[in-house]
């Protein structure tokens, strides 16, 4: 784990403290009313052996009151702070991690360059894992908090025994928690790095292995493949079983400890048959308590492996400066000599080979990459001198594929810009042709449209994303492919509507077709050469 | 939908692994425990594990009555929090769009307040949730506060009601140091709960899943010529695309270029006739017979966009075209292939050994090693999607002349978006 993530995490866990803190609690009492009623349970029946044994007038000088009320207590105290335990802990975590996720998310729109994004967009469903992850770290935190206040309840309750016994026990658990903790340190997390890197492999050669899989078909040495994919699972589950061996070796060495607590206690005891059993209930309470928390080091070590990602994620700085911003007075695009001047409010439509890199120069423009093939400027800038963000404020982007966010028909809209009213959006959704589709729908302007606009037809998804782009304001027009899927009749319709749009407004426009009909929306043409 | 296959195919493996490791043998532990601790403890005390036994009962119920009440509340649940995910991943997926717009404040904002959201839910869920754990943790307490209290009475003799066993001391102890282990698997079971939910779902998953077909090893040699096929109005549906539909001839014994922009389904159609692209309607006709899926797996000549290497060295890779090739033919495809250079910068010649794991070869030579294999097994029927990409112009043309001149009375079927490579062929066929 980087510092940044470091900071992140202590950020987030900030406002939970008071959660935090009622879970440590509960958990500390939870392991003094747990250790507390063993010892006492203990002490109570050897106790009434030795009265009963001593005869009636013992027996009846024996209070037994006061110890069976106390364990009956003691047992609805454990039971009720392991809930408030459970819940208080998740609580905090299940709060600290939803803030955890919109600070990440904010990580990635910090990301210096748009291609940035685009990679770690397809990381997404693993950043979400490894936050799931990090759930089981901060429920597990109240844990160690219980395992020393239980060892310090069982030392006190050893107390009675005598020094020695008192000493011994000390000394078996500190020296068992450390020898613990330097072996876990020592051998769990390499082993659980291996098991990512096995796993990470594994996937590496799943993927390659599924792109060829035509050429493995076509010569039927499907088999061999197959073979050496069962090799590397077997080099997975190597190291898998490597980990749960020291794990393992872990929780037995932790089991055996507590034997020897017991036996230690009633060989080094000084006190009373009763005292001495208090004591060693006690001890074998506290170890077990202690156990849990030596058993966890193992996931510890396995969530930290995890971390690796989200701590590359902490590291990208946030924004710095406010970039110059652009006025969008001139653009010159196009490699010499084919290039193009435009100035505000110009049209251009740009044709070219599948593959010529229309896309990518409108992309580019739009700040939604940070360069492109072709040499740009604007405002007589070279593009090195525009940063994404100052472009983002002069250029709104239809995309070719609509670009759409799981959400209603209003939600993708109102992406464009702040404040819009219902009004704006159906005006612009009838610029794109798109209003009538939209009034038959079940919701109107709520319509769910499933992810990605699924619900959508493609040519409904492409003029929903020109009517964003309508509604964003902004001086310049970016259209790719604006009327593909759509039949010559709505095709006209929209080309009109666009040209009076533009001049209305004063926009300029660069426009990607390859379909006759949208050119005369355009006044002039660039072909870019393959 | 590659990333979902790779998911499918190790991730749900991974999420089993807690499933069978943990919980499993847990739920085992939980069952058989009790009653060996029972059993044990009679052996001292049979009251004392009558009360260990008797208080399952109630647990029982009250695990019954808050296990449903839970299940049904994490079920919901579960949804919520996919859900949640779901809108995390889209909102990831689509940043180019926010960022284009400058929204990244505003869908910030909506993001933080959805978390919350489910926080808020899921801590409620919780609390019915943990009712379960809590009435393990209750009767985990009271058994050990029962058994005390009862062996305490019954040393003191002061028992309420009679009873027909008399405990001396270490009866006693030995009773109550077992009482705890009466619950503990039980208590550990419960914390499994996240390897059980992990671990249904991710076996529900991999149960759904369409079962791989049995590959018929069939020993009848398909191709005994080259061959003529003829595509009848398919149309292949891979669910988000769809491809058709496309009629088309190919003859025999000829090399038929196709091209066509982008997204027209030309190595769509070459999948087809390796039975692995669904084709949803029209016919595929080898020689004027349907063609059966897996038919011509192990029965053509193919160089596609990714070359599939395994460890070893370069004429092994080679050699997995014809396994029985000589050491002379592996060499002579690879100096066709152009892979001459290859071998001679690289000290060890075709036995300079190859790390799949990319290293090694750039994406031109990778290229190289599947012509060379193509041309190795020299079926009758070959296929070719681009494969000169990754090449510089000169060579590609050089390398496509070798195809073309080898392929000569094959049928081949090239796909190629080079004009120039496409007027090599014998016929032209553009998709659109």
């Known amino acids: 784990m980087n510092r940044e993530l470091a900071a992140l995490l202590a950020d987030v866990s900030q406002p939970q403290r008071r959660a935090s803190g009622v879970a440590l609690w509960c958990a500390a009492a939870a392991a003094m009313a747990g250790i507390s009623l063993l010892g006492l349970a203990g002490w109570f029946i050897t106790a009434a052996a030795l009265a009963g044994a001593a005869g009636i007038a013992a027996i009846q000088a024996f209070n037994y009151l006061i110890p069976s009320a106390a364990i009956r207590l003691l047992a609805i105290v454990r039971t009720v702070t392991r809930y408030g335990e459970r819940l208080y802990g998740h609580k905090a975590a299940l709060f600290a991690l939803a803030a955890l996720r919109t600070r990440l998310f904010g990580c990635l729109i910090n990301a210096p360059s748009p291609e940035y994004t685009r990679s770690a967009g397809e990381a997404g469903a693993l950043l979400l894992q490894d936050v799931d992850a990090l759930e089981d770290r901060f429920v597990r935190a109240p844990a160690y908090f219980a395992g020393m206040v239980g060892a310090a309840t069982a030392l006190g309750l050893a107390m009675p025994a005598g020094p020695r016994a008192f000493l011994a026990l000390f000394v078996i658990m500190a020296a068992g928690v450390l020898a613990a903790r330097s072996f876990a340190r020592r051998v769990l997390p390499r082993r659980a790095l291996d098991i990512q890197e096995q796993i990470a492999r594994l996937k590496q050669d799943f993927v390659e292995y599924t792109a060829a899989s035509p050429e493995i078909a076509a010569y039927g040495f499907g088999p061999s493949i197959e073979a050496l994919l069962a090799r590397q699972a077997a080099r997975l589950d190597d190291a898998r079983v490597g980990f749960a061996r020291n794990e393992a070796l872990l929780g037995a060495g932790v089991t055996a400890l507590g034997g020897l607590a017991i036996a230690t206690m009633i060989a080094l005891s000084r006190a009373s048959l009763p005292l001495t059993l208090l004591a060693a209930l006690a001890a074998a309470g506290a170890l077990e308590a202690l156990g849990a928390t030596i058993r966890s080091l193992g996931r510890d070590a396995v969530v930290a492996a995890g971390l690796e990602r989200l701590a590359q994620l902490a590291a990208i700085p946030g924004p710095t400066a406010a970039p110059v911003p652009l006025i969008g007075e001139s653009i010159a695009l196009g490699d010499d000599p084919r290039s193009v001047m435009l100035a505000k409010g110009d049209r251009l439509a740009i044709t070219g080979r599948s593959g010529a890199g229309k896309t990518s120069l409108l992309e580019c423009l739009a700040g939604w990459r940070t360069t492109c093939g072709h040499s740009l400027l604007i405002d007589q800038r070279p593009l090195a001198e525009c940063p994404p963000e100052a472009r983002r404020r002069l250029f709104a982007l239809s995309p070719q594929d609509g670009g759409m966010i799981a959400g209603t028909i209003a939600d993708n809209l109102r992406l464009a810009r702040p404040g819009l009213e219902d009004e704006a959006l159906w005006h612009a959704l009838g610029i794109a042709c798109l209003a009538d589709d939209v009034r038959v729908m079940p919701e109107r302007l709520l319509t769910w449209i499933g992810d990605g606009g699924a619900r959508l037809s493609g040519g409904q998804r492409k003029r929903l994303s020109l009517a964003r782009a309508l509604l964003a304001g902004l001086p310049w027009l970016l259209l790719d492919e604006p009327s593909e899927g759509l039949d010559p009749a709505t095709e006209a319709v929209l080309c009109a509507n666009l040209d009076s749009w533009l001049r209305e407004t004063g926009t300029g426009l660069v426009l990607v077709t390859h379909r006759s009909a949208m050119l005369p929306l355009a006044h002039r043409l660039l072909e870019l050469p393959d | ?432």
């Not at chain 2, 006693?172 to 671990?199: C, N, S, T, W």
């Not at chain 2, 088309?248 to 070459?270: D, E, F, N, P, Q």
């Not at chain 2, 001679?344 to 799949?356: H, K």
């Not at chain 2, 193509?374 to 590609?396: M, N, V, Y």
């Open chain 2, 1 to 432: 939908m590659l990333g979902e296959q790779v998911a499918d195919a190790i991730d749900r493996i991974e999420d089993i692994d807690g499933y069978h490791a943990r919980f499993l043998p847990l739920r085992f532990a939980a069952v058989a425990t009790p009653l060996l601790i029972a059993a044990s403890a009679a052996l001292a005390s049979w009251i004392a594990a009558a009360i260990l036994l008797a208080t399952l009962i109630p647990f029982a119920l009250g695990m019954a009555l808050a296990g449903t009440v839970a299940s049904r509340a994490a079920a919901r649940q579960l949804d919520v929090l996919a859900r949640l995910s779901g809108l995390f991943i889209d909102r990831i997926r689509a940043l180019p769009v926010i960022l284009g717009f400058g929204a990244q404040d505003r869908v910030t904002r909506q993001l933080a307040e959805a978390t919350q959201e489910v926080a808020r839910r899921t801590v409620v869920v919780l609390r019915i949730a943990f009712l379960s754990g809590a009435i393990i943790e209750f009767f985990a307490a009271l058994s050990v506060a029962m058994v005390a209290v009862y062996c305490g009475f019954n040393l003191l003799g002061l028992l309420p009601f009679p009873v027909p066993e008399t405990l001396d001391l270490s009866r006693a102890l030995f009773v109550l140091i077992l009482a705890p282990e009466f619950y503990l698997p039980m208590r550990r079971l419960a914390a499994a709960y996240h390897d059980k939910q992990v671990g249904e779902a991710a076996l529900e998953r991999l149960a759904a899943l369409t079962p791989a077909p049995v590959v018929a090893t069939s020993p009848v040699h398909m191709l005994a010529a080259p061959p003529a096929i003829r595509f009848e109005s398919v149309v292949i549906d891979y669910g988000e695309r769809r491809v058709g539909p496309i009629s088309m001839h190919i003859a025999a014994g000829c090399v038929t270029a196709l091209s066509g922009t982008t997204g027209t389904g030309k190595s769509s159609l070459l999948h087809a006739l390796l039975g692995l692209a669904p084709v949803v309607a029209g016919d595929i006709l080898l020689d004027g017979r349907p063609l059966s899926p897996e038919a011509l797996r192990g029965e053509v000549s193919w160089a596609g966009q990714a070359t599939a290497l395994v460890p070893g060295s370069l004429a092994d890779n080679i050699r997995l075209a014809r396994p029985h090739a000589s050491d002379a033919e592996v060499e002579d495809v690879a100096r066709r292939a152009g892979l001459t250079e290859v071998v001679q910068t690289r000290g060890a010649g075709l036995a300079t050994l190859i790390d799949p794991r990319g290293s090694g070869l750039s994406g031109g030579e990778r290229r190289r090693v599947g012509i060379a294999r193509a041309l190795l097994r020299d079926a009758p029927l070959w296929l070719l999607d681009e494969p000169t990409a990754d090449l510089d112009e000169g060579s590609a043309m050089e390398l496509a002349r070798h195809i073309v001149e080898a392929g000569r009375g094959r049928t081949v079927l090239l796909v190629t978006h080079s004009a120039a490579i496409a007027a090599l062929a014998d016929h032209r066929v553009v998709l659109s």
